[in-house]
């Protein structure tokens, strides 16, 4: 089982939808869990962080965790074609160092 | 704040040379990572240092990696021997030292091996 999984996609939604990417991670232990977003051919970009279970919102994001199905989402809401582009899923590893683990990233298409 | 630093932007090379890359953490942030990203995949770790001590390094850093943050600040990572599998975007990440802090990345380092 990988430490960080996430469905590849392509996800294709339409503009305006709600599009719901997917993270499962292995690790019990983990605390904090971060959604990066990341252009073609440029580096990721910090969207996100959750620590709590429950939701967190952030203008059109919305982050969802679930320690115990071991399951964090991201919500966007009013998907624009600028949203297209690659979603990665990051967690620190509790080993008592602090590597973080990405998921392989979900590619979002926004229709227009 | 200006953010994560790298240099180069881009790197070609030839088999076989040696290549070093730098990058300038931001100021104020005691953790920076290096890691390695291919086509269709997440970034993955290489290496990480608090202040100046490298504290964990990756099972696929072979020995032809080295990476050092010699006064706690900017870091370099030098590849000898370069190969062909070595063509990816290395890039580079920094972070406060306190808990859980998000990692902030610089533009990368695009290294292609001929």
């Known amino acids: 089982q990988k430490e960080v999984e996430q469905n590849s996609g392509p996800l294709s939604v339409p503009e305006g939808a709600i599009a719901s990417l997917n993270c499962t991670y292995s690790?019990?232990?983990?605390?904090?869990f971060f959604w990066y977003r990341q252009y073609s051919g440029k580096s990721p970009e910090l969207i996100m962080s959750?620590?709590?279970?429950g939701d967190k919102e952030d203008g059109r994001f919305t982050a969802q965790l679930n320690k115990a199905s071991q399951y964090v989402s991201l919500l966007i809401r009013d998907s624009q074609p600028s949203d297209s582009a690659t979603y990665l899923c990051?967690?620190?590893?509790?080993?008592?160092?602090?590597?973080?683990?990405f998921g392989t990233g979900t590619r979002l298409k926004v229709l227009a | 704040d200006t953010g994560v630093s790298q240099n180069p932007r881009h790197k070609i090379t030839k088999r076989g040379q040696n290549v070093t890359f730098r990058c300038d953490p931001i100021?104020?942030?005691?953790?920076l990572y290096w890691y390695r990203q291919t086509l269709g995949q997440g970034p993955e770790f290489l290496t990480y240092?608090?202040?100046?001590?490298?504290?964990?390094k990756s099972r696929l850093l072979s020995d032809r990696f080295s990476a050092e943050r010699p006064k706690g600040s900017f870091s370099t990572l030098e590849i000898q021997r370069t190969e062909q599998g070595d063509s990816a975007m290395y890039l580079c990440?920094?972070?406060?030292?306190?808990?859980?802090?998000?990692?902030?990345f610089g533009n990368g380092t695009r290294l292609t091996v001929t």
């Open positions: 990440a920094s972070s406060l030292g306190s808990g859980d802090s998000p990692l902030h």
């Open positions: 690790d019990r232990g983990s605390q904090s």
């Open positions: 959750i620590y709590s279970n």
């Open positions: 990051a967690v620190p590893t509790t080993s008592g160092t602090y590597k973080y683990i």
């Open positions: 100021s104020e942030h005691n953790r």
């Open positions: 240092f608090q202040n100046e001590a490298q504290l964990e």
